[in-house]
């Protein structure tokens, strides 16, 4: 049973000086829960031309990836990333060395407006990816913002390897580097920085960025090896104006190149060297969400002429052109993706002569019947479905964003493609030429890069269910196998937050963030998600934020992005709570139905009505941003909260808390199961305990152990979520925000904490006529600790007695209870479970 000894003496303990152990590390074993590859943008793939099955993959806001070619299977490549270096997960540019092909360069960074105040590094790897040295830029790199599937941007001198080009965004030109990436100088000399922004008046900053430099191309034939190589093309994202330049000493000087086109944005620029032929794919929009027009163009090296091959011209033509790519070992074929045909599906076109006729991926029968040049298989992630070729208009099978398009420079029948969810690609590309009809599997095993925005793992039915950003979200029965389907009725592509009945854990309610063809988003289950019906009381266009469910399952309080705090019971139609903060964070009391808590600033608010009223209580200290509400599940009332000043825990319905020593903020927290079954649940917390990591304590807070190492940084804390399990002690889920999510299981023993002296105190307020009284287990402890006391709020409860009376909502009875078993008038006590009886209004 849980040990409550420890608890009542907190609630006893007025503000005292403390022992704040430091900190020890246990060895956990990581592991990413799969979703089977992708979940999100794949702008870049990049293949090493002189290595036979090197290649990397970049991501937008989940890092970068090493191909293993014999598996067809990735290996994430940054996972060291921690709250210090979040960004480096926002890769923008990629170069695999040509000449000593160990040397892998990155270009990182999250935004480029205000929203990331970093600037960006070159990461230098002499080892493949295995080990990075970061090289810091004076200015920012934005691997999630606008244009971040043009490129590459980042370019190593094929004939003197020592020497990049890095083309930069938001008006910071043209840099080189001469000592292999480890120091950077503008070029001052190059012609533009770039004119086109997507929406210059976009106020946030997002949109009104300069794209800038769009690629860098070295003409490997115009050099020798060992020299710099003389002539090098830039494109740049200029429309109306030159915006393709060439130099033909090394980058001294630059002049336009001329005859080009300047109607549209170049996206791609890839050499043909067999040819002597530069192939330019065009987009009239940055990509990757827009472009309507769109070109491809080819310039003779020799002759210095340009020809249009676009594919398809007229009527025909409703989307720009994005990833481009040449076989190697084939001369005059080439490949280009169109960047956003939404409807009816993507499409790729085919030449085998350099661009003078083309085949296409799919192309109409007689409308709405379509005949697609492909078989396709889903296997590694069938959500994407479904696995068979469908001839229907409008399911984007074979994907969208197709910035990046790769023949394997040394297998003509290899090819990968990246899209807005996963990596496609197959083994028989030849076969296009011939009988037209190739193999197309999803092919990013390995490549985990949701933004989870919440991870719940129930105490029965599934191991784990999970919100994600674009996908929905999914039941993991298996965590080792990718799941089958998302969520439908209602559908829609972001799950905002998710929340289960404590009383009844099959009953589980998600949010979506407005992103459906159905305005109302919320969605009730009633087996665990596996089917979902749609709240009829959500009225439309009301979206996002948090949402908690009553212990029963009938009551959804709702903290909405922008409409304030509402609450339904019964799926009637939600009412405005103005009792409670629109910032507040909120959670259900996992035992009593009428209970909901909130946080906002530094206040603690309960309600006893189910939502429809909340009450302040204590004080959080000096908090400014409650970031989570927890409640622990077999007892109502004890309750923590994480603020950007500490953790805090109260065992009396927030009428008083204790500060956890030693924790000077905390993000996500999480309960899980007990070390044992007379011990309190295991707490799991993101937070600043002499640093930033991720941490557990099996004795309430009193002994911490970091439990992440430095391989494993997980991104930036603040914006990561937390779920603890509750059937297998030790094992925490961290959702990240562009990586997936991870599940831990120790796999060490937990180390013996060592002291260290230190004062801290909380005061609160009691506002409340609510009351509760805490247990008290007359077996030993197993966690007393008894140089250890933690910091408890001015305002306390006493021990229970044998005699006398439980307040409303106190505990009345319970395995090993000594106190009160009568409660007040109105009140009845209500048994909750073998160790814990209740006062519940009568």
């Known amino acids: 049973m849980p040990n409550y000894s420890l608890l009542a003496a907190l609630a006893a303990v007025a503000s005292v000086t403390s022992l704040v152990h430091a900190v020890s590390s246990q060895a956990y074993t990581w592991k990413n829960v799969k979703v089977g590859g992708g979940g999100g943008f794949v702008p870049g793939i990049v293949f090493n031309p002189k290595e036979q099955g090197l290649a990397y993959a970049r991501t937008d806001i989940g890092g970068a990836y090493k191909l293993n070619a014999a598996t067809d299977t990735w290996t994430p490549l940054l996972d060291f990333a921690d709250d210090s270096t979040w960004n480096y997960w926002g890769v923008a540019a990629l170069a695999t060395d040509p000449v000593q092909t160990n040397r892998l360069y990155l270009a990182t960074g999250g935004y480029t407006n205000s929203w990331d105040p970093k600037n960006g590094n070159i990461l230098i790897s002499t080892d493949k990816g295995s080990t990075f040295t970061a090289s810091p830029l004076p200015f920012k790199v934005g691997g999630n913002m606008p244009g971040r599937g043009i490129g590459e941007r980042l370019a190593v001198d094929p004939n003197s390897n020592g020497i990049l080009f890095f083309g930069a965004a938001s008006g910071n030109g043209l840099w080189k580097s001469t000592d292999f990436g480890v120091t950077w100088t503008q070029v001052t000399s190059f012609p533009s920085v770039g004119t086109y922004a997507p929406d210059p008046k976009d106020s946030s900053g997002y949109n009104s960025q300069l794209i800038g430099i769009a690629w860098v191309t070295f003409d490997s034939t115009s050099g020798t090896a060992g020299s710099a190589t003389p002539r090098i093309f830039v494109g740049v994202a200029n429309q109306g104006s030159s915006n393709i330049f060439v130099t033909t000493n090394g980058g001294t000087t630059w002049s336009a190149v001329a005859g080009q086109n300047t109607t549209y944005l170049p996206h791609k620029g890839v050499l043909s060297p067999a040819e002597k032929v530069l192939y330019i794919s065009y987009s009239n929009g940055a990509g990757p969400y827009d472009g309507t027009l769109g070109s491809v163009m080819k310039y003779d090296l020799a002759t210095s002429t340009w020809t249009d091959i676009t594919p398809v011209t007229g009527s025909d033509l409703t989307f720009g052109f994005g990833g481009v790519t040449v076989d190697l070992k084939v001369p005059g074929t080439i490949m280009v993706a169109a960047l956003n045909s939404w409807w009816p599906d993507g499409q790729i076109f085919r030449s085998t002569n350099s661009g003078a006729s083309w085949s296409p991926l799919w192309s109409w029968q007689s409308y709405p019947t379509m005949n697609k040049f492909y078989s396709y298989s889903d296997s590694l992630a069938p959500w994407l479905g479904p696995n068979f070729v469908d001839g229907t208009p409008g399911d984007l099978q074979i994907g969208w964003m197709m910035e990046s398009l790769n023949i394997d420079p040394f297998d003509s029948n290899h090819w990968l493609y990246g899209t807005g969810a996963t990596i496609y690609g197959g083994h028989d590309l030849l076969k296009w030429d011939t009988i037209h009809n190739v193999s197309i599997s999803s092919l990013a095993d390995g490549i985990e890069e949701t933004s989870v925005q919440a991870v719940l793992s129930p105490p029965t039915g599934p191991t784990l269910i999970s919100a994600l950003g674009d996908i929905q979200g999914f039941v993991h029965e298996d965590l080792t196998k990718a799941p089958t389907v998302n969520w439908i009725n209602p559908k829609w592509s972001t799950t905002a937050d998710l929340d289960f009945a404590g009383n009844k854990p099959t009953n589980i309610v998600r949010i979506g963030t407005g992103d459906s063809t159905q305005g109302k988003q919320v969605a009730l289950s009633y087996d665990s998600g596996n089917t979902w019906s749609q709240d009829y009381g959500a009225a439309d266009n009301v979206t996002g934020g ?297």
């Open 546 to 842: 948090k949402v908690a469910l009553s212990a029963d399952g009938d009551t959804v309080l709702w903290r909405t992005n922008g409409n304030g705090v509402l609450v339904s019971q019964f799926t009637n139609p939600f009412a405005a709570v103005s009792s409670l903060p629109s910032t507040a964070a909120i959670a259900s009391d996992k035992l009593n139905n009428s209970i909901f808590y909130g946080a906002a600033v530094n206040t603690f608010y309960l309600s006893t009505d189910g939502g429809k009223t909340f009450a302040s209580k204590a004080s959080l200290s000096s908090s400014t941003s409650p970031a989570k509400v927890i409640v622990n599940p077999k007892v109502s009332g004890d309750v923590w909260v994480s603020t950007d000043k500490g953790l805090f825990h109260s065992t009396d319905f927030g009428t008083s808390f204790t500060a956890i020593s030693g924790i000077s903020a905390a993000w996500a927290i999480a309960l899980g199961a007990p070390k044992s079954s007379t011990s309190y649940p295991a707490i799991f917390a993101a937070a600043n305990i002499g640093g930033i990591g991720y941490f557990r304590s099996d004795d309430m807070g009193v002994n911490w152990v970091k439990i992440n190492d430095a391989a494993h940084g997980f991104g930036s804390a603040s914006s990561n979520c937390i779920s603890g399990d509750p059937r297998i002690y030790g094992r925490v889920y961290i959702g990240t925000n562009g990586r997936g999510i991870f599940y831990g299981d120790a796999s060490g023993a937990t180390p013996p904490p060592t002291s260290t002296a230190s004062s801290t105190s909380a005061t609160s307020k009691s506002t409340t006529s609510v009351s509760t009284t805490t247990s008290k287990n007359t077996s030993a402890s197993t966690t007393t600790a008894s140089s250890t006391t933690i910091a408890s709020s001015t305002t306390t409860s006493s021990p229970p007695t044998s005699t006398g009376t439980a307040g409303a909502y106190g505990q009345c009875g319970g395995s090993n209870w000594t106190g009160p078993t009568t409660c007040v008038s109105g009140y009845k006590c209500t048994f909750s479970n073998d160790f814990y009886s209740q006062c519940v209004p009568a």
